[in-house]
């Protein structure tokens, strides 16, 4: 019988240990996708403000930074979220830069807008919730 409960609070344990490295992992996960998707958001902030004042050649600057900040970002990213989401984030930023490089403000702001829509839903879409485990 003792051996039998013994065995019981093992298994308890166990699970318990389990269950709360699922859960910690799960909120690392999220705090690092909304650190980076802010991080992100406050770049394109920037890009959209000196599109709209036509600062052109700062806004081509400010591009080049968040793709290089995003490079670095999408490679922890892809183990994290849906390829897809990142395929459209990457290919939106390829065509804002060349919008930017024309010097279209229509198609520039328009195109901050898809990506400012794909990187605020993202840690939304993967945060740690009954609905998005079920």
């Keep these: 019988m ?3 409960i013994k065995s019981n609070i093992k ?3 166990i699970i318990l240990l389990l269950f709360s490295s699922i859960t910690s992992i799960g909120l690392l996960v999220n705090n690092f996708l909304n650190n980076t998707s802010y991080s992100l958001l406050n770049s394109i902030c920037v890009i959209q403000l000196n599109i709209e004042h036509d600062n052109w050649d700062v806004s081509y600057n400010e591009i080049m930074k968040l793709k290089s900040e995003w490079e670095k970002d999408k490679k922890i990213w892809s183990a994290l979220i849906h390829h897809d989401e990142i395929d459209k984030i990457s290919e939106n930023m390829e ?11 229509t198609n520039s702001l328009s195109h901050i807008a898809v990506l400012k829509n794909y990187i605020e839903h993202i840690p939304e879409l993967d945060k740690l919730s009954l609905q998005n485990i079920f």
Excluded: G, M, V
């Design 2 to 4: 003792k051996k039998r």
């Design 11 to 13: 298994t308890s344990l």
């Design 95 to 105: 065509l804002l830069i060349e919008y930017i490089k024309a010097k279209d403000k």
